[in-house]
């Protein structure tokens, strides 16, 4: 394969990750279920970035979670809802690195953990922003990060363990 058409696939590949992790945001917003503790999201997002992480790489990854940040913001949010779905992106994005480092292909637990992290990230950036104390649901974020983080880490090794994925050289050199 020429160095330009792996730059190609690669870019392109990115590109349809960013949709499908804003079209995944988008669907969660829509389909929201109330629950008693304000935050608790499947983060669905999470599973193109994590994917993004494993199969593609770190950079095209960040891309994702940019792109997705950026995107959501424009569309359906306004600058505190981007610093805090920023600020636990970022956290859970960095905290994920460094346990992929730590648990390798064990991808449910660096999505629990990612979950978590995220959860955390935006608690401290909505506390900063409103300027009260939102850590009483601490516990109930880190139960929902965990659920949630587990069914998407499920989900992206189910998808990556697939013999597409396994057997398909998309972005290989």
């Known amino acids: 394969m020429k160095k330009g058409d792996y730059k190609t696939k690669r870019l392109t590949l990115a590109a349809l990750l960013i949709a499908v992790a804003f079209i995944l945001s988008w669907i969660e917003m829509i389909i929201s279920f109330p629950v008693a503790v ?5 983060g669905l997002a ?3 970035i994590l994917f993004a992480m494993y199969y593609c790489g770190i950079t095209d990854a960040a891309c994702v979670l940019v792109g997705r940040l950026v995107l959501s ?3 359906f949010g306004n600058a505190s809802s981007l610093i805090i779905g920023a600020a636990g992106g970022v956290l859970s994005f960095a905290v994920m690195l460094l346990c ?3 648990f390798g292909k064990h991808i449910i637990y660096v999505s629990i953990v990612g ?3 995220h959860n955390i990230g935006q608690l401290i ?5 409103v300027r009260t104390s939102f850590f009483s649901f601490l516990p109930y974020l ?3 990060g965990t ?7 499920f989900l992206v090794s189910r998808l990556l363990n697939s013999s597409f994925f396994k057997n398909n050289g998309y972005l290989k050199k």
Do not use: D, E, H
Not at 38 to 42: R, Y
Not at 125 to 129: E, G
Not at 147 to 153: P, R
């Open 38 to 42: 304000p935050g608790i999201k499947i």
């Open 46 to 48: 999470n599973i193109a």
């Open 73 to 75: 913001a424009l569309l």
């Open 100 to 102: 992929k480092k730590m």
């Open 115 to 117: 979950g978590t992290a």
């Open 125 to 129: 950036a909505a506390s900063v922003i």
């Open 142 to 144: 880190i139960i929902g």
């Open 147 to 153: 659920a949630a983080g587990a069914f998407n880490g």
